[in-house]
């Protein structure tokens, strides 16, 4: 059961990664940001891009505890999402946004997937 909540947390940080590779663009536009230079791209490609598949590839590796990584893994990332939905709850307080995507929907695919990755911690090998 660790294994597939790994997994599907994996999954959702390789589809971010290969889409701010491939469409750095479409990904920040629902935020109301432009990646309209080269400089802006490599930025996306490489925060949401590079970082997703890196943290998908950990995960991967951390579903089968490839050399014991499962739990340091698991938890790191969960406390990294943990940490992303901390910054939304600071942004409520001090730029109020209102509508519920995309802050509010992230909010709660942040704070679902480290849950998922903290059960899996839970459950062990």
Same mark, same amino acid.
């Given at each position: 059961?660790?294994?597939?909540?790994?997994?599907?947390?994996? *999954? !959702? =940080? #390789?589809?971010?990664?290969?889409? &701010?590779?491939?469409?750095? +663009?479409?990904?920040?536009?629902?935020?109301? /940001?432009?990646?309209?230079?080269?400089?802006?791209?490599?930025?996306?490609?490489?925060?949401?891009?590079?970082?997703?598949?890196?943290?998908?590839?950990? *995960? !991967? =590796? #951390?579903?089968?505890?490839?050399? &014991?990584?499962?739990?340091? +893994?698991?938890?790191?990332?969960?406390?990294? /999402?943990?940490?992303?939905?901390?910054?939304?709850?600071?942004?409520?307080?001090?730029?109020?946004?209102?509508?519920?995507?995309?802050?509010?929907?992230?909010?709660?695919?942040?704070?679902?997937?480290?849950?998922?990755?903290?059960?899996? +911690?839970?459950?062990?090998?």
């Amino acid at each position: 059961m660790a294994e597939f909540l790994i997994i599907v947390v994996a *999954l !959702f =940080f #390789a589809g971010m990664g290969v889409y &701010g590779l491939a469409l750095p +663009a479409r990904l920040v536009a629902p935020f109301g /940001l432009t990646a309209d230079s080269a400089t802006a791209r490599a930025e996306v490609r490489a925060v949401y891009g590079g970082f997703g598949v890196a943290v998908a590839g950990l *995960l !991967f =590796f #951390a579903a089968f505890d490839a050399h &014991g990584i499962r739990s340091v +893994a698991v938890v790191t990332v969960a406390v990294a /999402l943990l940490g992303m939905a901390f910054g939304r709850i600071v942004a409520a307080l001090t730029d109020r946004p209102t509508r519920f995507y995309p802050v509010w929907f992230y909010f709660v695919v942040e704070i679902v997937l480290a849950g998922l990755l903290l059960s899996a +911690a839970a459950l062990g090998s």
